[in-house]
């Protein structure tokens, strides 16, 4: 079976401060790995995903994460956060072949002025 | 393109009555899933289709749900009857199947309400 955790259910932060949203995961075989966000009253929108090569992927509005297979981690991150990034931020694995999103609980952010 | 369209955006109905939500994947896209966002429950995969034929249908949760795509660019959901433990939003989202590395891409969602 595979599972995706988000430990955190709130992280605050400071506008200009960096910002870090945290995901592991668990599954047997390669695993394909996402980051959506969800802004209020609307649809997940992708950020990012990470299928092979460079465990550092870039995304929309200048988020990134870091892939590590040997923590099973894959945590998003933003140099500098923005009042605009206060979001509910999901992360999300998808079996290597196959066709179910398996998705995190859900990190709130708040990004204070 | 625009993207995702589902319809209605809101509804509210009352226990017992039937209930359909509509959605139109992405022009282009093969793959097509039916999700459900509660509060207690978090997001959950109620069933998917591969070129209009569904596929897994685990997540339904009972026999009053279901759903059909009878071609490419629609598929439903329906409820019959509804009840007030049915009140989430739903969500549809399409992708389109090649390598097994598809994004999937949401509609806005359709929040059900049931009194």
């Known amino acids: 079976a595979q599972s995706v955790a988000q430990p955190e259910d709130q992280v605050n932060v400071a506008e200009g401060n960096p910002l870090t949203v945290k995901c592991t995961y668990s599954v047997s075989g390669n695993p394909y790995l996402f980051w959506y966000v969800q802004y209020p009253n609307r649809g997940l929108q992708f950020l990012l995903k990470?299928?092979?090569?460079?465990?550092l992927v870039k995304g929309s509005y200048g988020f990134e994460a870091e892939f590590n297979k040997s923590q099973t981690s894959f945590h998003l991150k933003k140099p500098s956060a923005l009042v605009s990034d206060s979001a509910l931020y999901f992360c999300a694995l998808l079996k290597a072949a196959g066709n179910k999103l398996t998705f995190g609980g859900g990190t709130r952010v708040l990004v204070k002025p | 393109d625009a993207g995702v369209i589902q319809s209605p955006r809101h509804e509210v109905t009352e226990m017992g009555q039937e209930v359909t939500l509509r959605c139109k994947p992405i022009?282009?896209?093969?793959?097509l899933f039916w999700y459900r966002q509660t509060m207690m429950r978090g997001l959950e995969l109620l069933i998917y289709f591969n070129n209009n034929v569904p596929i897994d249908d685990s997540g339904m949760p009972e026999d009053r749900f279901s759903a059909k795509m009878p071609n490419a660019s629609f598929s439903t959901l329906k409820i019959q009857p509804s009840e007030p433990r049915d009140s989430a939003v739903y969500f549809c989202a399409s992708s389109q199947r090649t390598s097994g590395e598809e994004t999937q891409y949401f509609g806005p969602g359709t929040r059900l309400l049931v009194l």
């Open positions: 022009s282009g896209h093969n793959s």
């Open positions: 990470y299928i092979t090569g460079d465990n």
